[in-house]
């Protein structure tokens, strides 16, 4: 049994933040049908590592998807996706503001046609106010939103992450945000409008830096690898040459941390019973770290940290990940079968449900692979099919 199998959700977004939304959605069993530009396709096909030209990020992103390519821009293609919406739980899109209004798709409408849709709409700015209308990526959104200022060393530039932080931070947010609302359908028998502004979500993981700031004027530094709230944490090097992380967020870890590397000392300080207190002092607890690690290898650090029940992790990259045994217990990759490259490896679902497991059952497709399937379910002949077809509606 899959938890979402009774969901029809409308994947009309690009890029990363709304179609991962719709991923985790289509990962517990909803129905996700992923609609793109006959010609254009979803550019998240092109971003990435691919084999013979097949993007591997889309093989994720639109895994348990059906993929149908409508031209939404074309009155027949606003005419599929109410037909669509009729028969659908959820639609999810990131055109600019006014766009589906322009196209004779706008939110109150849907709702009219189908009082229990959920319309959620993901935009780099949110709907409204003076960015509302501008192009919005998630490199935008952590520039704006304190993560590049924070990140990065004292005396280096702000750093922006290698990857689509803000955007899987949003899409994490947005399938919460859909959860939420198909619950309170429950309820009230309505659906709702959603607006997700790409550059809030994130701001939620960096803390409270404006409660901070109003407070006590704080403005967060770049720290490295350090924290501003504990110490030690950092990355440290060992005499075989591994990079190990260390947190000691917790006070009996950080006592267990200066005892093992031969500081219990350090224990008996005031300053030394709170997180803020060893911040003051983290050059002294990262010298006493440091020299103690450089002077082992890997393999006995990590064992030594684990005798004491301290926290301490090797600085993986991907080869790593393939070879660790707790990531193989867990089953966090699967090969999953495809139907352009065989099989693809990538991620399981994120988490384990006792008695609604979610699966993995197909990897994303080639355009428009389903879109005769999905138009027969709407009542669309053959004949008509091949019209649309013909005339570059559909493909």
């Given at each position: 049994m899959t938890s979402l199998a009774d969901l029809r959700v409308i994947d009309a977004a690009t890029l990363f933040a709304g179609p991962s939304a719709a991923m985790m959605l289509g990962d517990f069993g909803a129905d996700v049908?992923?609609?793109?530009?006959?010609?254009?396709?979803?550019?998240?096909?092109?971003h990435g590592a691919s084999v013979d030209g097949v993007g591997l990020w889309w093989k994720t992103l639109s895994r348990n998807k059906r993929a149908a390519a409508v031209d939404l821009s074309r009155a027949e293609g606003q005419e599929i996706l109410r037909r669509l919406a009729e028969r659908s739980d959820v639609l999810i899109e990131n055109f600019r503001p006014g766009t589906l209004e322009r196209w004779n798709l706008a939110p109150e409408d849907l709702l009219e046609l189908n009082p229990r849709l959920i319309v959620a709409r993901m935009t780099g700015f949110g709907q409204f106010g003076p960015m509302a209308k501008q192009p919005g990526f998630g490199t935008l959104a952590e520039a704006m939103s304190g993560f590049a200022a924070m990140t990065g060393q004292p005396d280096g530039p702000p750093t922006l992450p290698p990857l689509a932080l803000a955007d899987g931070i949003a899409g994490l947010?947005?399938?919460?945000?859909?959860?939420?609302?198909?619950?309170?359908?429950?309820?009230?028998?309505?659906?709702?409008?959603?607006?997700?502004?790409?550059?809030?979500?994130?701001?939620?993981l960096l803390g409270p830096q404006m409660s901070a700031?109003?407070?006590?004027?704080?403005?967060?530094?770049?720290?490295?690898?350090?924290?501003?709230?504990?110490?030690?944490r950092n990355t440290y090097r060992t005499r075989d040459g591994r990079w190990l992380a260390i947190s000691t967020s917790a006070q009996p870890i950080a006592e267990r941390v200066v005892t093992l590397v031969g500081r219990p000392d350090l224990v008996e300080q005031p300053w030394f019973a709170s997180g803020h207190?060893?911040?003051?002092?983290?050059?002294?607890?990262?010298?006493?770290?440091?020299?103690?690690?450089?002077?082992?290898d890997a393999a006995e650090v990590i064992a030594r940290f684990e005798e004491v029940q301290a926290a301490v992790a090797p600085i993986y990259d991907v080869s790593d990940l393939a070879e660790d045994p707790q990531y193989a217990a867990l089953g966090t990759f699967v090969e999953v079968p495809d139907e352009e490259l065989g099989s693809v490896t990538m991620q399981n679902v994120l988490f384990r449900l006792s008695e609604t497991p979610g699966e993995i059952r197909w990897a994303g497709r080639a355009a428009g692979r389903d879109t005769d399937e999905v138009l027969a379910e709407l009542d669309y002949s053959g004949e008509r099919i091949a019209a649309l077809r013909a005339d570059g509606v559909i493909a």
């Open positions: 049908i992923k609609i793109e530009h006959p010609r254009r396709g979803d550019p998240s096909r092109g947010a947005m399938s919460y945000a859909i959860m939420v609302a198909l619950h309170a359908r429950e309820q009230t028998g309505r659906g709702q409008v959603i607006d997700l502004a790409i550059i809030e979500p994130i701001l939620g700031y109003k407070a006590l004027g704080v403005v967060p530094k770049r720290t490295g690898n350090r924290s501003s709230s504990n110490a030690p207190g060893r911040v003051q002092h983290v050059d002294e607890l990262d010298e006493a770290v440091a020299s103690w690690i450089a002077e082992r």
